[in-house]
């Protein structure tokens, strides 16, 4: 049997949990498993907010079965088309025929080429409201956080929000749903590795659906994936970091990465740490690429305001978890970030001039001169390491904002 969660009045969770996928899109870890959210209000007219992974569909429909006592569904609200979210629809549909899809003009389109549907469809535009009696459904879209076709709905008498993918973490929910049922803290670092990995992209989209909330009251937020958020104060945590994360802004700390094959390239990153350590810096974190999964090294990259990348040179390229990581932070447009680099070679390197040409595309502020060092780790080379790393330091402590396309003159 299944006990209805009620979050509030006449709102119901009826979501599941996946323990048992190890990557979230075939690409990201996932130690914590997660959910997949959906939600059903029951009022005049019931309406059913998102779905989930087609995998979950018996414990779904067992859920619904619950929750509804024997009453249909009137309205299925699809704020998000990814298959994570939309992949029971069919088997839903097979079971409650009546059921009328409400989407955008974009989710219409995708229905047909997903699931071949056309029909019984209400697309709904910007600010447009459906009424289920003693609520009302009031839709905002949202497109590109993280698809085309997202929205979000907001209940104006509950003052409640259901978000798609926006405020969703990593994690499954262990026993409670809401945030005052559970332990929030376990649960921040993986919004930030969500946040970074899976929207990290579409800043300037973040940005525009946030000022489209700033003048909603919000009690609660209903993701798609994570807890349900009910508390003041992580209500505005969780609006708090999207809003820092989409404008690229980042806490005071320095991420180093590297790729190394016989350990000299290690030690010169070591070398940075410490005297960046020395210097005052707490927050240092290490990752050595060929061992990092690329999604936590991004997540860091997003907490920290500083980045150092080294690499040595291999088959006259960047050492290939080195060129991963660029090409991933290329395609998040990362921006407002302090750069430094350093690369290794035995015989003919390229490895620094390609970073340097990264640094350029990203237009990241330069602090101090690369370094650039042939077979291991010298005396001249190693003073250098304590430059980059001091300069590095009185960078990342500093109150200055970022300038891009600049390079700091070394001390």
């Known amino acids: ?30 130690p914590k498993g997660v959910s997949y959210n959906s939600y059903l209000i029951r009022d005049e007219k019931v309406a059913l907010v998102d779905t989930v992974d087609i995998a979950y569909t018996d414990v779904f429909l067992k859920k619904l079965d619950v929750v509804l006592d024997g009453r249909s569904i009137d309205y299925l609200v699809i704020n998000h088309m990814e298959p994570d979210h939309s992949g029971a629809l069919l088997f839903l549909l097979n ?54 076709e997202t929205m979000m709905t907001y209940v104006k008498e509950t003052k409640t ?15 409670g749903v809401t945030d005052s049922q559970l332990n929030p803290d376990v649960y921040w670092d993986e919004m930030v590795r969500y946040y970074s990995n899976i929207v990290g992209k579409y800043g300037s989209p973040v940005q525009k659906a946030l000022r489209k909330l700033a003048d909603v009251e919000i009690e609660t937020i209903c993701p ?31 991420v180093i990465a590297y790729g190394s ?20 810096v707490k927050n240092i974190v290490m990752h050595n690429l060929s061992k990092s999964h690329l999604s936590y090294v991004i997540q860091d990259i997003y907490k920290y305001k500083a980045l150092i990348i080294g690499s040595p040179t291999y088959d006259s390229k960047l050492y290939p978890a080195v060129q991963s990581l660029v090409s991933a932070l290329e395609n ?39 370094i650039d060092m042939k077979q291991s780790l010298k005396e001249d080379v190693y003073q250098k390491a304590m430059t980059l790393g001091s300069n590095m330091a009185k960078k990342i402590l500093s109150d200055d904002e970022v300038v891009p396309n600049k390079t700091t003159d070394c001390q």
């Open 332 to 370: 998040k447009n990362l921006k407002n970030r302090y750069f430094g680099y350093f690369g290794g070679h035995s015989w003919a390197g390229t490895s620094v001039r390609l970073l340097g040409d990264f640094a350029d595309k990203m237009q990241f502020e330069i602090v101090c001169n690369p």
């Open 1 to 30: 049997m299944y006990k209805p969660v009620e979050i509030n009045k006449g709102l119901f969770y009826v979501g599941v949990n996946d323990r048992s996928k190890e990557l979230f899109e075939n690409l990201w870890p996932l």
């Open 161 to 175: 929000v259901f978000a798609g993918d926006a405020f969703g973490t990593f994690g499954t929910l262990d026993g």
């Open 95 to 148: 079971k409650y025929p009546n059921i009328q899809l409400v989407g955008s003009v974009r989710t219409a389109d995708m229905l047909e080429g997903f699931y071949n549907i056309t029909s019984n469809i209400k697309v709904v535009k910007e600010g447009e409201e459906l009424s289920l009696g003693k609520n009302t459904l009031k839709f905002f879209m949202t497109p590109m956080v993280h698809w085309p």
């Open 224 to 254: 798609t994936h994570g807890p349900v958020w009910t508390e003041k104060e992580n209500i505005e945590k969780v609006i708090g970091l999207y809003d820092k994360m989409s404008k690229y802004e980042a806490d005071k700390g320095l």
């Open 261 to 280: 094959m016989y350990g000299n390239t290690e030690q010169l990153a070591e070398a940075i740490a410490s005297e960046a350590a020395a210097c005052g």
